[in-house]
């Protein structure tokens, strides 16, 4: 009986870690990008959470933006094709035949909306942006006011 | 040494073996037999060294019964703790943090990570009014609504 609950203790144990690493890596594969990229040199990573951005509510802000890398565009672009299959809704910018900017509307994570919105310009310099949201407002108002900006 | 065995009736093939295994001169196969006879629950109390030699009494394993009550109690309170970790997980607010890192240094200045914040979501935004109108276009539930009211008319 000693060895069963030594066994139930350690799965509860092991249960709640994965449970942690679970919430520390979130479900999407863009996580990556900021984790392998982020503190990388020519790159800026920015996470803001609970804070007023010039009127935008959000609860949760990550943006990366990449000069100059090839293999981060296209390792950024794997990992938003494979978020895409989960994406409510997908808007696309193709330029020239190549999509410059991905906007994926992704299912609610409790009561928040999740947005991602990812962008590649190539003049006057190659330039990545890739923007994770969580916002309790819609995030069709939230696209919207962002793409409004200019 | 030669013991007799005095049994009688229904016993004697017993006896037999009995008598051939006490002299050595039973096969495995005799031997194989003469088990499967001493396991025989009706045999007389004159067999039970036999049956002791022969291990009967102690093959009989007791046997494990299946309690399921710790198993509910320990199991109710793994079950607990998971529902307690991904209440945690799920309804907890996110930890606030505020910082960006830039070449690689972190800075926690929150009127820093705020302009590059903004910065970064300037170059997400639109660069031109032909693309600002394909998403105000994009409204889905008008897409729906004309391409449902084109089968409108079949349903006349």
Sequence with gaps: MRSIKKYLVLMSVAIFGILQQLQAQSDLQISKAFDQYGERKGVVMVELTNEMLDGYDFSLFKSITIKDNPTASEFIRKCLAKDEIGAKKVKQVISNGIPTSTYLQLPHKGQLFRLILFSETFKPESKITLIYIESKNDSEDVLKLILKRK | ?156
């Design chain 2, 1 to 156: 040494m030669k013991i007799i065995n005095q049994h009688s009736g229904n016993y004697e093939e017993i006896d037999r073996l009995i008598d051939r295994y006490y002299e050595g001169l039973t096969s495995s196969e005799e031997e194989k037999q003469l088990r499967n006879l001493l396991s025989r629950k009706d045999l007389p109390e004159s067999y039970k060294p036999e049956q002791v030699i022969f291990g009967y009494f102690e093959t009989k394993k007791q046997k494990r019964i299946f309690m399921l009550q710790p198993y509910l109690r320990w199991g109710t309170a793994v079950a607990a703790i998971v529902i307690m970790a991904f209440n945690l997980q799920v309804f907890m607010p996110t930890n606030a943090s505020n910082y960006a890192f830039i070449d690689g240094k972190k800075t926690t200045n929150v009127d820093d990570i705020k302009m590059h914040a903004l910065a970064s979501l300037n170059n997400v935004s639109c660069d031109n009014e032909e693309v600002e109108k394909s998403f105000d276009s994009l409204n889905d539930k008008e897409i729906m609504k004309e391409q449902l009211d084109a089968f409108s008319g079949l349903a006349e």
